[in-house]
């Protein structure tokens, strides 16, 4: 007997977001758009093209304003907010330009705090987070305080609790913004291998060099979507 086809991680249909003003302000113009699991794709655009806005979408922050978000095959425009909340920490990991890590708890406690609010047991957080800041190279800077540790060092301890949850999407946002050019190839790189192992990658950016770590790329200009196919031609997503 025939199984059925796996769902989308991201599935867009015709979905927009305006905002109500005086005068009403168009930050996303109706679009389609699919993530199949275990792609990385990038959104590239420059300040003001409608990131920010498409971000908070896919991070079930925002509510768009017509169409249908569908995240991992549930249609989100349906759900309540505390069901919205409980997607957002079962099926998204969150990595951002500026770590948002608390300062005087250590590497592995910000790793554990990702799995407080799902009431996980003292005992399976520990080794949880353990796991994943040694997939992330961190194993022995777990005890460490943020402050003791480097631009990229953090940014792989704010990977690691984004990854500790198991989510279907990782969402970057600008994840090598505050980082050197050698750290951030190295944060690159890893994020190539978590592709490699499986992970579904979205990184948000207005850097061309970052976004061509993706195996799709896809342009932001006014609020409007377009698929980079190459580098001479675009086409509607």
Do not use: W
Request: aromatic content about 2%; hydrophobic content about 40%.
């Amino acid at each position: 007997m025939a199984h059925p086809a796996r769902p989308a991680v991201i599935t867009l249909e015709d979905l927009g977001l305006t905002y109500p003003g005086p005068p009403p302000l168009t930050a996303l113009h109706p679009c389609d758009m699919r993530i199949e699991h275990g792609e990385f794709v990038t959104i590239v655009g420059p300040s003001g093209s409608g990131k920010s806005s498409l971000l908070n979408v896919l991070g079930l922050l925002d509510n768009p304003t017509r169409g249908r978000y569908l995240l991992n095959g549930i249609d989100t425009s349906t759900v309540n907010d505390s069901r919205r909340a409980a997607l957002r920490g079962q099926q998204i990991g969150f990595v951002f330009q500026s770590f948002h890590l608390l300062p005087h708890r250590t590497a592995q406690e910000n790793v554990e705090l990702a799995m407080v609010y799902q009431r996980t047991p003292r005992r399976v957080r520990r080794q949880k987070a353990a796991q994943v800041l040694t997939r992330v190279g961190l194993a022995h800077r777990a005890h460490a305080l943020p402050t003791h540790l480097s631009g990229g060092e953090r940014q792989r301890v704010a990977i690691a609790r984004a990854l500790v949850a198991e989510p279907a999407l990782l969402l970057c946002d600008e994840p090598t913004g505050n980082l050197d050019s050698d750290t951030a190839a190295a944060i690159l790189d890893l994020l190539d291998q978590l592709h490699r192992d499986g992970m579904t990658i979205l990184v948000i950016t207005h850097d061309g060099n970052v976004a061509q770590r993706g195996q799709r790329i896809i342009t932001i200009r006014d609020g409007v979507l377009s698929e980079a196919l190459n580098t001479e031609a675009a086409v509607p997503c």
